[in-house]
């Protein structure tokens, strides 16, 4: 049986050479081309792992030299930005999707722009409306399916998600933006207005200014960048181009009689701040207007997530109990005749510089919608602009409170008093996270004792409430905060009215705020549209 078998016949070494044959020729060829092949297989199959087919990827595989090179062209991807309060959505988003588009289409992207509200105790509840104005965005969603998200990676609606893309922070907090991303399997940018907090977990931090750079880790400096302030790119220009004058204003004003200052009163944009703010600048206007002998008008830019309805009530003792409480002014609102569109600013009728946001277009529409009469016969013009920028700029001085619009104000350099008035402090609830704020929230009067308790210690241990006086880091805007009665206010109002240059040395000090913040060319947005531009 042994002697059957055929003797087995091995090739090593240098006898291999020694084969011939047509067969074996075949094989030892195919074998070298599947070797070089091999060594680019990661990148061939990394470009063919998709989440989901799509029509629109085009694969083109090009040999040459000997080697396959796998290419995508114009595949599609997504956008996602994390936000949370109003003033973050006019403020921040806007500026940044209007860069994001443009830059997709310079660059023929399919970019598609997805934006999610997280929870916020100082939202108004109109964010996702005001996001759905907006035509740069695709989609979004409202804070109610925002955890959903996060924790299971899917929404109510059943989005689906593209292989590559980007999550920005654009407000609420950073951590939330480093979970998404790690679950949708994109990258990471942080716009970091005040620190960064995830130095060694963010794949870029966009940084607000360069004192920030010094709080971050030598090591995690490299995955930082300088831009600048998004509240500059929001105005849609720069101080260097802003042609308002104050002195030239004000100057007109006085030769002619019939000209008067314009006094803007900005109560807030929450029901919180608008049941106090409402009734109290009606009062501060009825003092001023006696103050100054009726030379003085006065305007309140609506905000877009505030209806006429809305406002009426506050401004109605029925409806609004604080009114009585304090003997503030209450008010009746009289509908509009008609809606006007009016150029109120020089400005607007220039064309945008580079580093822009803002159209032309969006800046040329004022719609008046009636006056707010007050019961002692003042009368407040009502009148809605997004972005309000040139009603802003057609006022001598603003009374506003606290929040954004102060950063903007700055920005544009509009003379302003920022007024906190204490009265009801149990009104302000959540305006602190963790136990302090839990407990705050809490229904009944443990909860207001609590949010009284927690609001004046933050109001006293705060330092600075507007945001010009925290860029400078001292007074440049006064401050008026606690029990202030509305008669000081309106006598405040009518000193810096009647000193013209008081109001131009404050308008050139905020004027002067603004160089060291617009620290990339372009503008912070559009540095953030270029990084994810790269990234993608």
């Not at 973050?88 to 934006?115: G, Y």
């Not at 200052?261 to 009825?286: E, H, N, R, T």
């Not at 159209?359 to 919608?369: A, D, G, I, P, Y």
Request: neutral net charge.
């Amino acid at each position: 049986m042994a002697g059957s078998m055929c003797p087995a016949t091995v090739l090593s070494g240098p006898s291999c050479a020694r084969v011939s044959s047509p067969s074996w020729n075949v094989l030892n060829r195919a074998s070298k081309c599947f070797i070089r092949v091999s060594k680019f297989a990661p990148l061939f199959c990394g470009a063919l792992k998709t989440r989901k087919r799509d029509q629109s990827t085009i694969f083109r595989v090009s040999v040459k030299s000997s080697h396959i090179r796998a290419e995508v062209k114009n595949e599609p991807v997504d956008v996602v930005i994390l936000t949370n309060g109003p003033g973050e959505v006019a403020t921040w988003v806007k500026p940044v999707v209007a860069r994001l588009r443009r830059t997709a289409e310079d660059h023929a992207m399919d970019m598609r722009i997805s934006v999610l509200l997280a929870p916020c105790p100082h939202a108004s509840g109109k964010e996702l409306q005001l996001l759905q104005s907006f035509d740069e965005i695709d989609r979004c969603q409202g804070p109610e399916e925002f955890y959903s998200l996060l924790l299971l990676g899917r929404t109510r609606s059943g989005w689906d998600w593209r292989r590559r893309g980007v999550c920005i922070f654009l407000g609420g907090d950073q951590f939330n933006t480093l979970i998404l991303g790690w679950r949708l399997g994109y990258k990471t940018v942080v716009y970091a207005e005040d620190a960064a907090r995830w130095p060694g977990f963010v794949d870029l931090y966009m940084l607000r200014s360069e004192e920030l750079v010094l709080e971050v880790p030598q090591w995690a400096r490299s995955r930082c960048l300088v831009v600048g302030d998004l509240f500059v790119d929001a105005v849609g220009c720069s101080p260097s181009s802003i042609s308002w004058s104050l002195s030239d204003k004000l100057q007109s004003r006085a030769q002619d009689r019939n000209v008067v200052p314009i006094v803007g009163l900005l109560p807030g944009s929450k029901d919180a701040k608008l049941a106090i703010g409402v009734p109290y600048f009606m009062a501060v206007a009825d003092h001023l207007h006696q103050l100054l002998q009726g030379q003085v008008r006065f305007v309140l830019p609506l905000a877009p997530t505030v209806t006429v309805t809305e406002l009426e009530r506050f401004a109605d003792a029925a409806s609004n109990p604080l009114i009585s409480r304090f003997h503030w002014s209450s008010g009746h609102f009289v509908g509009k005749q008609s809606v006007k569109v009016e150029k109120i600013s020089k400005l607007r009728q220039e064309e945008p510089e580079e580093g822009s946001t803002w159209n032309s277009s969006e800046l040329l529409k004022v719609e008046e919608l009636g006056q707010l009469v007050t019961e002692g016969g003042v009368v407040i013009d009502i009148q809605q602009q997004f972005p309000p920028y040139s009603l802003y700029q057609g006022c001598s001085v603003c009374l506003t409170t606290v929040g954004t619009n102060t950063a903007e104000l700055g920005t544009l350099g509009v003379p302003m008093l920022v007024v906190l008035p204490t009265y009801f402090l149990e009104t302000f609830r959540g305006a602190t996270g963790g136990i302090l704020g839990l407990l705050s929230a809490i229904p009944g009067q443990a909860g207001a004792a609590m949010a009284h308790f927690v609001n004046l210690f933050i109001l006293k241990t705060a330092g600075f409430i507007s945001w010009p006086n925290r860029w400078a880091g001292e007074t440049i805007v006064p401050e008026l905060i606690g029990e202030i009665d509305p008669q000081e206010v309106a006598a405040l109002a009518a000193e810096y009215l009647q000193s013209p240059d008081r109001l131009q040395a404050m308008h050139e000090r905020l004027l002067d705020l603004q160089m060291p913040r617009s620290v990339s060319k372009g503008g912070a947005a559009h540095s953030i549209a270029v990084a994810v531009q790269q990234l993608l």
